[in-house]
């Protein structure tokens, strides 16, 4: 079974900055398109950005001009970078990937969340 882990979250203040991180772990043959999403208090769970398999990043418009996803195939790892940072952004961020795993088999994974906190 393929497990995605969130880190690099944490208390920033506003302004400030933090790169976000989701690993696989477990037996992969392919990750496809992956993304991140948030949740913040009492709030449905939003889309932030997602990226293809071939690099090709999309954003949210609220968050376009401020944070850049990428991704590293060969470590099987997707980033989040977070700039500019605003109390409004703090949430659980999620990270989530199409994954096929080593017996072939197809599904849609997702991590526990990592939270981040913007305040002064």
């Known amino acids: 079974q393929v497990q995605l882990v969130e880190s690099g979250g944490g208390l920033v203040q506003p302004g400030g900055a933090l790169r976000l991180s989701c690993a696989a772990s477990g037996t992969i043959f392919k990750f496809y398109g992956m993304g991140w999403y948030r949740q913040a208090p009492g709030k449905q769970r939003e889309l932030v950005a997602t990226?293809?398999?071939?690099?090709?990043?999309r954003y949210v418009d609220s968050m376009k001009d401020r944070f850049t996803i990428s991704r590293d195939n060969a470590k099987n790892t997707v980033y989040l970078q977070m700039n500019s940072l605003k109390p409004e952004d703090t949430a659980v961020y999620y990270c989530n990937a199409g994954v096929e795993d080593q017996a072939r088999q197809l599904y849609d994974a997702w991590g526990q969340g990592t939270q981040v906190t913007v305040s002064s």
């Open positions: 990226i293809t398999s071939g690099g090709s990043a």
